[in-house]
């Protein structure tokens, strides 16, 4: 399995307070990735990043921000949570192939 | 507008038999296409892929398929085995910033292989 882990692995939180989820891998890959997964949907990209300091949107990006100032490590931030993304969001990463490898995910509930 | 379809969103198949899980897609510029497989509670798990110049790619009892003219394509499990019961996505890769490779889901198609 490929090193990655996400943080936290649940969270409940309220309308309109921030929320910060963490990736975290040990593989030294460029390319890292924030989906959510929602039920009719399959995944959606939100974020992704191609190097330190470099990212750009994906699909669903409207109410997020990520942010990568190490290698390891891509955080992305709810600045005011809705209740509308409350979903299962993942992480992933690759290399030079095509695949990229998921980690466990982070249940969020936005009340 | 959806890229890649899953229209099937349930399969049921007995133990031992094939199961056949199908993907469309819309998008002539994807040059990979890949298939996950999905437990609940768990991270997608890479499966396997194709390159758009390939007709056929397999692994073991995976086998995947691709018509290019049809913009179809299939993943066959033989033997089909009750661990094999998971929620199985497809997705293609399209490119981003930096020709970062970025991957397109279907919805998924749920798979019980009954014992």
Redesign the interface.
Known sequence: DAGITQSPRHKVTETGTPVTLRCHQTENHR?M?WYRQDP??????IH?S??VK?T?K??VSDGYSVSRSKTEDFLLTLESATSSQTSVY?CAI?GAG????????TRLTVL | DQQVKQNSPSLSVQEGRISILNCDYTNSMFDYFLWYKKYPAEGPTFLISISSIKDKNEDGRFTVFLNKSAKHLSLHIVPSQPGDSAVYFCAARTHGSSNTGKLIFGQGTTLQVKP
């Open positions: 390319y990735y009719g949907h399959g995944l959606r990209l992704y191609y190097g470099d750009d994906g699909e993942f690759s095509p695949a990229q490898f998921f980690g466990p995910g």
